[in-house]
């Protein structure tokens, strides 16, 4: 079980952030795609080798109108 | 006057309004505004992404042909601020920042020391930092001091529409620092945005100015002729002001028509 942009998502630990972004329909080449776990930044060629812990807390951001 | 453009940590821009991307009504009106604005800069907002609106706000503003300006709106503090300008480098593969640190809920007026730090913290990572400040000359000293290559003052807080409260602050944050001058939130209509030039402002960040008038493309293009009047105002010099009036007309010459 993981937090998957503020709630609860059926994830076991081990999988990778890549496998949590296809979920989402997103592939690794997304464009204006950013990913945070625990607090720090998952880098783009870390997604594939990104193991997620129990529990962890995966942020999925991207473009929106602001500012 | 030949204008050479704005120039911001080597980066050259033709146009010196800046354009926000909030409150638009849509994407369409958005591009159509970017377009009367003349802006080659626009701020971006991150945020959880919504897997049922696969937005193409990307799409959008790269079909328009503009640069990103990243912001952090919505952070209150200088680690939220810094982790967010780190996930829009890995966006949007810019080191560009708008810097938002947010002190205040109801004004949104920005956190002084927690800015401070970030822009110190995001300059050491190699960001261009382009922070968003009060309109205290000090705070802007501070902020050029650590290497943000530009400070955005504020004129009022952000969405106000309520102009420059202190024209006296702006004035003096453009003799207290080299950098570029952006002024930053409150311009509610085209005179405030000229007035910001001739005070001696760089350029001018609108965003709700344009995209919550009533026609914003039509605003869009108030801006940018607004912003390149005060430019030429400014370069131009402005008379004095006098408690009365003096004559534009020679006295000299004046005929007599005897008395009445």
Redesign the interface.
Known sequence: MIVL??EHCDVRAGETVAAVLAR???ALDA??????VD???V??AQWQSFALAEHARV????????? | MMDDGLTIAGRTFGSRLLLGTGGFPSLTVLAEAIAASGSELVTVALRRIDPQSRGSLIDVLADAGVELLPNTAGCHTARDAVLTAQLAREAFQTDWVKLEVIGDEDTLLPDAPELLRAAEQLVDEGFVVLPYTTDDPVLARRLADVGCPAVMPLGSPIGSGMGIRNPYNIALIREAVEVPVVLDAGIGTASDAALAMELGCDAVMAASAISRAQDPVRMAGAMRAAVQAGRLARGAGRIPRRLYATASTPDAGLPDFGAA
Do not use: S
């Open positions: 942009n503020g989402l329909d997103l464009r204006g795609v950013a990913v945070a607090g720090e930044v880098p783009r942020e999925v951001l991207t473009a929106m109108q602001g500012g």
